[in-house]
């Protein structure tokens, strides 16, 4: 069985400051792990994917996350944050071919 | 990746009635994929839309309620029926991409309002 908990469901951060965005997972076998984004009214964007390559994964729009097996961790970073990065980010697992099973969600604002 | 669109982009029904979701993928796909967003909430899946075969429900969504079609390798529909306010929600459709199959790319979403 596979689960994701996002640790914060709303983070605030002031403008050109870091982001994190916790994400902690649960997967019986070597995960696939994504961070998609969701801009209001929007779809869902990929921002990264971790397939067992790179421990350090780096996204679209300056994001990177790292996978950490020993801490079961896959948290997003951005050293600067933009306005425009306010939205809903998603946290998801996948093992195999099964289904992906997404976390609840962390609404970013970000303040000017 | 994958380009999905999805028609209608929202819609505002009545109670009792249903409706149709199309979805069309820029490239052959094995597997389409039908999500909920209730507001304010994640995804949940519906159901895997499988080309030549009965989609595969997930716990807590029948066929009666959520009619899938898949009659080709780039379409699928989701009908929602005998609709309630229960069921004002987002509907998203998503596929895995051409060449990284081991990622999915989701449609811009089906903003559905029952009253």
């Known amino acids: 069985a596979q689960s994701v908990t996002q640790l914060d469901s709303h983070v605030s951060v002031s403008e050109g400051t870091p982001v994190l965005l916790r994400c902690n997972y649960s997967?019986?076998?070597?995960?696939?792990l994504f961070w998609y984004v969701q801009h209001p009214n929007k779809g869902l964007q990929l921002l990264l994917k971790?397939?067992?390559?790179?421990?350090l994964v780096k996204g679209i729009n300056g994001f990177e996350a790292e996978f950490k097996k020993s801490e079961t961790s896959f948290h997003l970073t951005k050293p600067s944050a933009h306005m425009s990065d306010a939205a809903e980010y998603f946290c998801?697992?996948?093992?195999?071919?099964?289904?992906?099973?997404f976390g609840k969600g962390t609404r970013l604002s970000v303040i000017a | 990746s994958a380009v999905i669109s999805q028609k209608p982009s929202r819609d505002i029904c009545q109670r009792g009635t249903s409706l149709t979701i199309q979805c069309q993928v820029d490239?052959?796909?094995?597997?389409m994929f039908w999500y909920r967003q209730q507001p304010g909430q994640s995804l949940t899946l519906i159901a895997t839309?499988?080309?030549?075969?009965?989609?595969?429900?997930e716990s807590g969504f029948v066929i009666d309620k959520f009619p899938i079609s898949r009659p080709n390798l780039t379409f699928s529909t989701l009908t929602v029926s005998n609709m309630s306010p229960e069921d004002s929600s987002i509907y998203l459709c998503?596929?895995?991409?051409?060449?990284?199959?081991?990622?999915?790319?989701f449609g811009p979403g089906t903003r559905l309002t029952v009253l």
């Open positions: 839309a499988n080309q030549g075969s009965e989609a595969t429900y």
């Open positions: 998503s596929a895995p991409g051409r060449i990284t199959t081991d990622t999915q790319y």
């Open positions: 490239s052959q796909v094995t597997m």
């Open positions: 971790y397939t067992s390559a790179a421990t």
């Open positions: 998801v697992v996948r093992s195999g071919n099964t289904p992906l099973v």
């Open positions: 997967s019986s076998y070597s995960p696939s």
